[in-house]
């Protein structure tokens, strides 16, 4: 199999190495994030804010993937999340769920599903868009000396984030609200 196809687009023909495809697609995912962060951002400002369920139980997280950052290409960056995934690549629920210092079940409540799905694939493709935001909180681990700082990060109030811990939001399904906020501490952008 060749290493080359055939670019056929409104640029003309030429030949693309599957490293220029994948540079392409990259970027066009990026575009592609942005639009859908720029509709995620309109429909917010249009509905009210969203509610934790009666019981307890968050909304559950959403089904697509928080948008690309340039965090994403920091080798350390990903490197400082990769005990959170197994095997094939996948995030695990079970590692998520131990990091954050939270029942398996509580996890699969944030994430819309149960306790008997999550425990029995951890690392379904299912899930990983949605334990994708998990993994970028994680990051901060970058920044702590170690998870049970990290924990305690988690449960403490924070200024920015209207005095609430970083789990409340989490319970209240206020994923990207708190992404951002990690990635702004991370890139010293000012919130």
């Not at 490197?79 to 690549?89: K, S």
């Not at 005095?163 to 209240?172: G, S, T």
């Amino acid at each position: 199999m060749s290493n080359t196809l055939t670019k056929t687009t409104k640029g003309g023909i030429g030949n693309l190495d599957l490293a220029d495809l994948r540079d392409l697609l990259v970027k066009e995912l990026h575009r592609l994030n942005e639009l859908v962060a720029q509709v995620e951002s309109a429909l917010g400002r249009a509905s009210s804010p969203a509610k934790a369920r009666p019981g307890g139980r968050a909304a559950p997280a959403p089904a697509t993937p928080a948008r690309i950052s340039s965090l994403d290409q920091v080798q350390g960056i990903l490197t400082a999340t990769a005990d959170l995934r197994v095997a094939n690549g996948n995030l695990s629920a079970d590692r998520v769920a131990k990091l954050y210092g939270v029942p398996l079940s509580q996890l699969a409540g944030w994430l819309g599903r149960t306790k008997q799905a999550v425990g029995k694939t951890p690392d379904a493709d299912s899930l990983q868009a949605a334990l994708g935001y998990f993994e970028r909180v994680a990051r901060l681990r970058l920044l702590t000396k170690g998870d049970a700082e990290f924990r305690k990060w988690l449960r403490t109030p924070h200024e920015l984030l209207d005095h609430a811990p970083p789990l409340e939001l989490m319970a209240k399904g206020e994923w990207q609200a708190l992404v951002d906020y990690v990635e702004n501490i991370l890139t010293g952008t000012p919130g």
